[in-house]
Each structure stands twice: as structure tokens, then as C-alpha cells.
């Protein structure tokens, strides 16, 4: 397909979109795993019409303002790359939990943002994922805020994916197990053991987890507050993540993530 023939198509698709979604809520009900009614809200918004096009626009043109483009017939060749990086699995399951997401990445200060987006290499307010071979490294990121270095770089994205993975918990987008080591035991600089404590979805009462790495071993000392009895579904999560993190880089504290 030309630029000439896609700026048709979403010119045409710009004014559909405007007639029959733009501002309209759609629900969605289903049957969950358990068999159980459930449904789900999804929003449409000026800045969403982006994400269903399949076009990058040029640099300095936002989500709304390619949208008003299109819906005045103003795009040109120039405003639009064709790619074919897009992943359509991903961009529609991230396109139901899309409010949730916006919500809670708008909470983010600037460089927080810009480190997040830039380091993934995807945009969060059209839902559009890059290629990561064209990604900045820490290094780079370190420039564009100047008197940051390469490793405080990597530190503060490391906030940042920890803080956005928190709100996101307060929005029910996901599930997150936080953990901080309490005690670790060393052998020839190898640990060989540690004990962590763990959150369920960064609230209540830490649990605490015993880890034998020596032998690749876990045990579950005390079940943190809203963990599942039965399953342990935090604890078992936080004993995974451990147990397949390289030695040298298990971590002093950290959050991680699940559906």
C-alpha cells in the first residue's frame, strides 16, 4: 500500500470514527475463567483513533493533532511512515485496560514519562510499539537529561517502571508482589541463600519467603495479607521471579508485575 492510498483510508476511517465512536463508551460482556458474567468499559477518544491506523506520524505531531489532521484532510506523505512493527495481539488486549493505562501513566512526572516510553520504545497515549532495535540505551537517555549518568539512568527508569506498575495495581489493570530482601547469606560472593519480604499487591502486612538458591528450593515462612490461602499466588510469584533472577543481579528491592 502507498502513503497516498493509507492517507485515503484514514482520512475516510477519521470521519467514521468521528460519527460513531468519538466520545462513546462500548461494553463488553463476557464469561470469565470461573464462568462467571463479567464485562468490560472501553472509552473512545480523539487520541486513540492513532493506534488503529498503523501509521507513525512525523515527529512533533501528537495523537490529537494527527486526528484533527485527518478529520480536516490535511495529511501528506510527510506526515505519516508506513511500518509493519505493529503487534494487533497486544494493541487490543492494551486497548480494553487503555483508560486504566492512561490514567495511571498521566500520574507520572515528565522525565518519568520520557524514560518509560523511550526505554520501551512505545507510545502511550496511541498505543503504538516501535522496534527496540532503534531504542536508546541509558547512556543516551543520560544526555537527554543533562547531569544524570548512564547507571542513574537505568535507576531512575527502574522508579519509574516500579511506580507506573503500582499505580496500575490502584487501577486494577494488574497484580504486583513487592520485595525487599531482609537478610542474605554469601559463599565464595555467590549467594547461596536469603530471606525476603513480600507484599500482595503492594498493600497489608508483608509475608516473608525463605530462598535456598543452592538447591533451587523455596519456603513460604509467612503469607503477606490478601495472599491466597490455597494457592499462594503472591508468595509462588515472588519464589519464580527469585528463583530465575541471575545471582549477581537478585534484587535489594523490586515490584513485580502479573495479570
Not at 45 to 53: A, E, P, V
Not at 78 to 96: H, K, M, P, R
Not at 197 to 220: K, L, S
Request: proline letters at 1%.
Amino acid at each position: 500500500m502507498t502513503k497516498k492510498q493509507a492517507i485515503a483510508i484514514i482520512t475516510k476511517c477519521a470521519k467514521q470514527y468521528q460519527q460513531y465512536l468519538e466520545g462513546n463508551q462500548v461494553v463488553f460482556v463476557y464469561r470469565d475463567e470461573n464462568n462467571k458474567s463479567n464485562h468490560t468499559a472501553v472509552r473512545f477518544h480523539s487520541h486513540n483513533f492513532l493506534h488503529f491506523t498503523g501509521v507513525t506520524p512525523r515527529t512533533g505531531m501528537n495523537a490529537n493533532g494527527f486526528y484533527r489532521a485527518a478529520l480536516n484532510n490535511r495529511l501528506t506523505g510527510e506526515d505519516v511512515a508506513l511500518d509493519d512493527s505493529w503487534n494487533y495481539t497486544d494493541i487490543l488486549w492494551n486497548g480494553i485496560q487503555a483508560e486504566k493505562v492512561q490514567r495511571a501513566f498521566e500520574k507520572l512526572n515528565y522525565r518519568e514519562q520520557t524514560l518509560f516510553e523511550k526505554r520501551l520504545a512505545i507510545c502511550i497515549t496511541c498505543g503504538r510499539v516501535g522496534s527496540w532495535k532503534g531504542r536508546p540505551t541509558f547512556e543516551e537517555l543520560a544526555v537527554m537529561f543533562e547531569g544524570s549518568t548512564a547507571s542513574g539512568a537505568e535507576r531512575a527508569y527502574r522508579k519509574a517502571v516500579d511506580k507506573l506498575a503500582e499505580l496500575l495495581v490502584a487501577e486494577g489493570a494488574l497484580h504486583a508482589v513487592r520485595l525487599k530482601q531482609k537478610s542474605k547469606t554469601k559463599r565464595k560472593k555467590k549467594i547461596t541463600a536469603a530471606i525476603y519480604e513480600y507484599q500482595a499487591d503492594c498493600d497489608g502486612e508483608r509475608g516473608e519467603i525463605q530462598v535456598d538458591f543452592e538447591n533451587g528450593t523455596a519456603e513460604i515462612v509467612r503469607l503477606a495479607d490478601w495472599d491466597t490461602i490455597k494457592t499462594n499466588r503472591f508468595a509462588n510469584k515472588a519464589v519464580a521471579y527469585l528463583l530465575n533472577c541471575e545471582n549477581e543481579k537478585l534484587p535489594k528491592e523490586t515490584i513485580v508485575a502479573f495479570e
